[in-house]
């Protein structure tokens, strides 16, 4: 059987029963991505940086500005959550995200971004009471979620893009 090189991790599942001991392995995902990208990511060249993880596929380099864009996204989303009553969120096209020019910069610039980004999300997740977790938005394409199913969604979108990065790695023999 090859390799999904799509999903490296697999597909997300929505349907996941999120406990307390879970939703401490989801915080410290949230708190260890910065350093396990700056792994990931460690010694690359501009040429390393500018491979697809796949054929028609993001470079390294738009990933690593994707995570911070999404995560960007979703630390708002988070806010609005904690502070309105199920406010429907703004979806966005994240592969035309992807296609601006900010995509081609240097990925430290994403990198500070994820750091600081990380930190405070993390500190707001460690603040949160279990009544908070169960607080929900609105997102109009994939309906009602709980931030405790948010959170789950973006342990996995962390997994997920390391793994593109550290799975182009191995292949390639980085």
């Not at 796949?54 to 988070?78: K, M």
Request: with cysteine; glycine share 2%.
């Amino acid at each position: 059987m090859s390799e999904d090189l799509r999903f490296p991790i697999g597909n997300f599942d929505k349907n996941i029963e999120v406990t307390s001991d879970l939703r401490k392995k989801f915080i410290q995902t949230i708190s260890d991505l910065p350093k396990n990208l700056e792994k990931a990511v460690e010694n690359l060249s501009d040429e390393q940086l500018d491979t697809p993880y796949r054929p028609e596929g993001w470079t390294v380099r738009q990933t690593v500005h994707h995570i911070a864009d999404s995560h960007l996204n979703s630390y708002c989303r988070f806010k609005l959550a904690l502070t309105e009553d199920v406010p429907t969120i703004r979806p966005y096209y994240e592969d035309r995200w992807a296609q601006l020019a900010d995509s081609e910069m240097p990925i430290d610039v994403s990198m500070k971004i994820i750091e600081g980004l990380h930190l405070r999300w993390a500190t707001l997740l460690n603040s949160m009471t279990d009544e908070d977790f169960k607080r929900q938005l609105n997102h109009p394409e994939s309906g009602s979620w709980t931030l405790e199913k948010m959170l789950g969604l973006y342990d996995w979108h962390s997994t997920h893009h390391t793994a593109h990065i550290t799975k182009l790695r191995e292949r390639y023999n980085w």
